[in-house]
């Protein structure tokens, strides 16, 4: 029964997320024409990500209940994306909205993964079976928003998202109690963002990682915050049993796939080693956007290829980032590997999509007509070299072969990708 009552939570939180996320930049460049601000907006979700590892670290951890704090930031965070629904004229306002929504529902996912492990009895056997409900979640909301025909282009999904965010606020206080885990300790900003661990670490294969990955995260930015609004622009969408599938239901096709590829994701990191894995999940970035750079003929995509380049989300988000997450969970000692997780999630979660978004809209608004068009092709070539360079220079100059460390139980969470 508890797994259930987890699950529930699990998938009303990634479903409210993925409902609305997924397809604000189509809304933002059809439905408002705030195109100059979408890279700014997105960006945006990584500065909430910083600020709300401090507050979890620092303040969250030591004086409340995780169930209550989750139910009161998924309510102030439904609140405020509801206000933001209603801004249709100002784009600083717009702004504005959205990283006071993202600052409140940041936080609330560290906060339901630790009502979950706090839950459960067997981490590792139990806590995947729960958090596959927030990629059904996902998946569903996609489908939901494909099938509603136009919705992307409109304020509902965020309607949508901010009644769910609300019913999940009232729903956690259902929840098991989950309390302070770290009341009476003094926490400093560094230890809680991994600096005081990672600083100290001089191999340089370590940072060769780091860089890259940084790197990886521009490419990741573009697909994040300019992947639907192309899907949109270039009538992307599939007719079953006849019922028009959009943009946005169609992109839960990654997620489907990453499903498979996460089941075999450790049988291949123990045949094909750690770095040929994160080789190819660099270069699965830049074959994307190739697929998408060359997937369209004037205003029509080429199915095919753009259903590839969604596809093979997977490799590209799991075989770099939760391959990722295992590599450097395994780099460290029990003691320091929760502040060395800490750090790639600064890393992959929040400056690296602060730096990428900000450099997809740079470049999303270079390639612009005079007509209102883009220069897709022109657009989607720049994460494509990015990646390739990433891949090559990585291929080259990481130089560690690491072998599974005997001792490893932890239980690094796969985050979710736009998809």
Request: charged residues 10%.
């Amino acid at each position: 029964m508890v797994k259930l009552r987890l699950s529930i939570m699990m998938f009303a939180q990634y479903f409210a997320w993925g409902v609305w996320l997924v397809p604000l930049s189509t809304y933002m460049s059809k439905g408002l024409h705030f195109d100059t601000i979408i890279g700014t907006a997105y960006g945006m979700v990584g500065i909430a990500t910083i600020v709300s590892t401090l507050f979890v670290g620092m303040i969250a951890d030591r004086f409340m209940a995780a169930e209550k704090l989750l139910s009161i930031l998924s309510i102030l965070a439904g609140a405020a994306l509801f206000w933001v629904s209603t801004i249709e004229t100002s784009p600083s306002l717009f702004l504005f909205g959205l990283l006071l929504h993202f600052l409140f529902y940041a936080s609330t996912i560290p906060l339901a993964t630790a009502i979950a492990f706090n839950a459960v009895d067997d981490i590792a056997r139990e806590f995947p079976g729960v958090r596959v409900w927030g990629t059904v979640g996902w998946i569903v909301a996609g489908l939901l928003v494909g099938v509603i025909a136009g919705a992307a282009q409109t304020a509902l999904p965020m309607r949508m998202a901010a009644i769910v965010y609300v019913g999940l606020g009232l729903y956690a206080l259902t929840l098991p109690n989950t309390p302070p885990r770290a009341r009476g300790r003094i926490v400093s900003a560094s230890a809680v963002l991994g600096l005081d661990v990672i600083l100290r670490h001089r191999e340089t294969a370590f940072w060769v990682f780091i860089a890259c990955t940084l790197a990886l995260m521009i490419p990741r930015s573009f697909y994040d915050t300019y992947a639907n609004t192309f899907f949109a622009d270039k009538d992307l969408h599939l007719t079953l049993f006849g019922t028009r599938i959009e943009a946005t239901g169609i992109q839960t096709a990654g997620q489907i796939f990453e499903s498979l590829i996460l089941i075999s994701l450790p049988i291949l990191l123990f045949r094909l080693g750690i770095k040929r894995v994160l080789v190819i999940g660099m270069g699965a970035w830049a074959v994307r956007f190739l697929l998408f750079g060359f997937g369209y003929s004037g205003a029509t995509a080429i199915m095919p290829m753009v259903l590839l380049g969604i596809i093979i989300h997977g490799v590209c988000y799991d075989f770099l980032i939760v391959s990722g997450q295992i590599y450097v969970d395994r780099k460290f000692d029990a003691e320091a590997r929760s502040r060395a997780q800490s750090f790639f999630n600064l890393i992959t979660q929040g400056i690296g999509i602060v730096i990428g978004s900000n450099i997809a809209g740079v470049v999303y608004g270079m390639n612009v007509s005079a007509d209102g068009s883009h220069d897709w092709r022109a657009i989607w070539m720049v994460p494509a070299v990015i990646a390739a360079v990433a891949m090559v220079l990585f291929a080259l100059t990481f130089r560690e072969k690491l072998a599974p460390a005997p001792d490893d139980k932890s239980v690094a969470p796969a985050p979710v990708g736009l998809g």
